[in-house]
C-alpha cells in the first residue's frame, strides 16, 4: 500500500487526537453490500484517471507510473461518516483506520465510494440502530463488544425462491449482532443481517466454526495467539488454494488458484495491470451488480487479523504502523506475530524455530500475488534465521529482497524494522 498517503494527502484533513471518542452518532451510514470500494477520486466523474468505473478494478498495477485508485475496502456492517457528495458518489471517513503520511503528520481518512452501497443510519428506528455493531474507532480504541460475532471465515447465505438461486458471501471481519430473541440452533449463533433489497433485519445462524465473539476482556497472549492463528489460517486454504493479494485490498471472501493471474490492459488508458480473471460475482444492493475484486494486501491483512483478536490496531499503511506498534528493543524478545516492515511493504514473524515469515505479497509477471508463508532465506539475501534478522535490524543494515527466482528485486537501503505486536 506504499502509494496510498499520495492520495489520501490531497483529499485528507489534520485529525485531531484529542477530539472525543468517536460514538455512533458521529457516522451516518454503513455499507450495506459485502464489499465495496474506496478510491481516491470519485469514479464517475473521471474523465482524466485511468478508471471511470467501479467494476473490475484491477489486482495491482504494473508500472509505478500507472497506479489505482482503490486505497481501501469497506466490509457489510463497516460505518462511514459521509462528508461530501458528487452525484451518486460520496466521500466518506471511516472511523476503524487511519493513516500517517511521509513526514508522519496525521491525516484524516477520507474516501470515494459509490453512494449506493451505503444505507443511513437515520432511516433505522432506533430499536433497529442496535442491530448494527458500534463501530470500531482508531480514537476510542475500546470499541470491542461482547454482543458482536466476528466472521474468522467467509460465510454464504444461500436464498432459493421458484424463480431464481442467489447468495451472498460475507468477508472475515465482517462483524454481526448477536440476537438474544431467537432460539440459536445447535453449533450456532443467531445475528442480524440487513437485507438492503427489503429495508429489513433478517436473523440468520452462523455455523461456530466460522466466527468468533468479541471480548475486550481477552489477556495478551490470548489476543496475540487468535491473531496468529488467524493469519496461518488464512495462509492455508483447503484443496490448496489462497486468498489473493489486492493493493489496497480489505477483503478475504473467496479462495483462488495461485496462479490465474495475468498481465492484461484495463482502464480508459489500456495499460497494463495485474487481473484475477475469474473471481466471483458478489450480490450487491439495490439492483446494482458490480464485479468487485476482493483480496487482501499486507497491512489490511494485519489490521483485520488484529481487530478480530481484539487488538486495537488501526493503522492503514506502513507508514502508519510505527505509530501504533512499539519497535523492538534490544531488551525484548522476538515471538511469533511480531512485525517487520520496511518502506511499502510489512510481514508476518510466524515461526521462530523455522525461520518462518507470513505475508500478502504483490505480484510479479510468474508468481505470488498471494497470501502466503515463507522462509526466510527466501525473502531476504543472506538472511537465513531470526537471529541473523535480529542483527540486521539493530545494526540498520542494507537489506536485499529477493524474487521467487532467488533474484535481487531492491536493497532495502534504509534497513528494515521490527515491531511488537502487543
Known amino acids: 500500500m506504499k502509494n496510498h498517503y499520495f492520495f489520501i494527502l490531497f483529499f485528507a484533513g489534520i485529525i485531531n487526537f484529542n477530539q472525543c471518542n468517536l460514538h455512533a452518532t458521529e457516522t451516518d451510514a454503513f455499507c450495506c453490500v459485502p464489499v465495496a470500494e474506496l478510491v481516491a477520486y470519485p469514479l464517475l466523474q473521471s474523465t482524466k484517471g485511468p478508471f471511470n468505473s467501479y467494476e473490475k478494478i484491477p489486482c495491482q498495477f504494473f508500472s509505478k507510473t500507472t497506479g489505482i485508485p482503490r486505497l481501501g475496502q469497506l466490509i457489510f456492517n463497516e460505518q462511514v461518516k459521509i462528508v461530501e457528495k458528487k452525484g451518486q458518489e460520496v466521500r466518506v471517513t471511516i472511523p476503524h483506520r487511519y493513516y500517517v503520511s511521509m513526514n508522519n503528520t496525521p491525516l484524516n481518512n477520507g474516501f470515494w465510494m459509490d453512494g449506493s452501497n451505503l444505507y443511513m443510519l437515520d432511516e433505522l428506528s432506533k430499536n433497529n440502530l442496535e ?34 438461486k442467489r447468495h451472498t458471501t460475507y468477508s472475515a471481519g465482517t462483524r454481526f449482532v448477536r440476537t438474544t430473541q431467537h432460539k440459536e440452533q445447535e453449533g450456532h449463533y443467531a445475528v442480524y443481517v440487513f437485507n438492503p433489497g427489503k429495508r429489513r433485519f433478517e436473523v440468520q445462524d452462523i455455523p461456530h466454526n466460522l466466527c468468533i465473539l468479541e471480548d475486550q476482556q481477552r489477556d495478551n497472549s490470548e489476543k496475540r495467539k487468535i491473531f496468529v492463528g488467524l493469519i496461518r489460517r488464512w495462509t492455508y486454504r483447503p484443496n490448496n488454494k489462497y486468498f489473493a493479494y489486492v493493493f489496497g485490498g480489505s477483503s ?38 458490480y464485479l468487485t475484486q476482493t483480496g487482501i494486501d499486507c497491512s489490511n491483512l494485519i489490521s483485520r487479523a488484529a481487530q478480530i483478536a481484539g487488538i486495537p490496531y488501526y493503522a492503514g499503511n506502513t507508514s502508519t504502523i510505527k505509530h501504533e506498534l512499539k519497535p523492538l528493543t534490544k531488551d525484548d524478545i522476538l515471538e511469533v506475530g511480531d512485525i517487520v516492515g520496511w518502506k511499502g511493504h510489512v510481514i508476518i514473524i510466524s515461526s521462530i524455530k523455522n525461520n518462518l ?16 508463508e515463507i ?38 537501503k534504509e534497513g528494515i524494522s521490527i515491531y511488537k505486536l502487543l
Open 375 to 412: 522462509p526466510l532465506s527466501e525473502r531476504f539475501k543472506d538472511i537465513n534465521t531470526m537471529q541473523e534478522l535480529l542483527d540486521a535490524y539493530f545494526s540498520g543494515k542494507k537489506v536485499a529482497r529477493l524474487t521467487k527466482s532467488g533474484k535481487v528485486k531492491e536493497v532495502i
Open 357 to 372: 515469515i507470513i505475508e500478502a505479497r504483490g505480484y510479479e509477471p510468474s508468481a505470488y500475488g498471494i497470501v502466503h
Open 252 to 289: 478475504l471472501v473467496e479462495d483462488v488458484e495461485p496462479q490465474n493471474f495475468a498481465l492484461q490492459k484495463a482502464g480508459t488508458h489500456e495499460k497494463l495491470f495485474f487481473i484475477r480473471p475469474h473471481h466471483k460475482e458478489q450480490e450487491q444492493s439495490f439492483n446494482t451488480h
Open 131 to 164: 442491530k448494527i455493531p458500534q463501530p470500531l474507532s482508531y480514537l476510542a480504541r475500546n470499541n470491542f463488544s461482547e454482543n458482536v460475532i466476528v466472521l474468522i471465515e467467509p460465510w454464504t447465505i444461500f436464498k432459493e425462491s421458484l424463480f431464481s
